[in-house]
């Protein structure tokens, strides 16, 4: 089995800064690339960024989060690391760890709730 893991979500003002956490651990062999979705109540759950293990560790980042999110990742674990900055009350939602393995497999965390609000 493999266990995802998030961390690190909460209460923020507007303006203010979150980092959230996420790792993955038991039978993985392997990673293609980590990366972070968020759900909003009555929306879909959409991308805001991921990191490639592999290729120079290749970034990509969700228009609406560009300048203000900064993804990481661990050297020797399988973990990657959502700093959050200048949130807004646009950027509360459940935000979720997604996890690409070899043979295109996705695992998926249960998720962090990030609430901006005055």
């Known amino acids: 089995q493999v266990q995802v893991v998030e961390s690190g979500g909460g209460l923020v003002q507007p303006g203010g800064s979150l980092r959230l956490s996420c790792e993955a651990s038991?039978?993985?062999?392997?990673?293609?690339?980590m990366g972070w979705f968020r759900q909003a109540p009555g929306k879909e759950r959409e991308f805001v960024a991921r990191?490639?293990?592999?290729?120079?560790?290749?970034?990509l980042y969700a228009d609406s989060v560009k300048g203000r999110f900064a993804i990481s990742r661990h050297k020797t674990k399988y973990a990657v690391y959502l700093q959050m900055n200048n949130l807004e009350p646009e950027d509360t939602a459940v935000y979720y760890c997604n996890v690409v393995a070899p043979g295109t497999v996705n695992y998926w965390g249960k998720g962090t709730q990030v609430t901006v609000s005055s």
């Open positions: 038991g039978r993985i062999s392997g990673v293609y690339g």
């Open positions: 990191i490639r293990w592999g290729g120079g560790g290749d970034i």
